[in-house]
């Protein structure tokens, strides 16, 4: 089973920069094409970004432009850079597979945008 750790969240004023790393267990991620979740308080998880196991990527209207997602896979490793950060950004992120059924949900990494 594929372990999923979320890290780089934090409290940031609107306008500022994060970067969230996805550390994966398992040579096994280089296979798939990942993504990065959201779920904000009281709303149901939603898929921002996503990239294919080639690199290519895609994200969701309200973060493109702003938002951009990598990966390295020698390192199984997924980020997340994420600029001009919005208080309607403020949510709990996670990774995980682009496609379902997806692996068990990391703990994810609370990201506060706040002034």
């Known amino acids: 089973q594929v372990q999923l750790v979320e890290s780089g969240g934090g409290l940031v004023q609107p306008g500022e920069s994060l970067r969230l790393s996805c550390a994966a267990s398992g040579s096994i991620v280089a296979s798939y094409g990942m993504g990065w979740y959201r779920q904000a308080p009281g709303k149901q998880r939603e898929l921002v970004a996503w990239?294919?196991?080639?690199?290519?990527?895609n994200y969701t209207d309200s973060v493109k432009g702003r938002f951009t997602i990598s990966r390295d896979n020698a390192k199984m490793a997924v980020y997340l850079q994420m600029n001009s950060l919005k208080p309607e950004d403020t949510a709990v992120y996670y990774c995980?597979?682009?496609?379902?059924?997806?692996?068990?949900w990391g703990q994810g990494t609370q990201v506060t945008v706040s002034s």
């Open positions: 995980n597979k682009r496609l379902a059924p997806q692996w068990s």
């Open positions: 990239i294919s196991r080639v690199g290519n990527t």
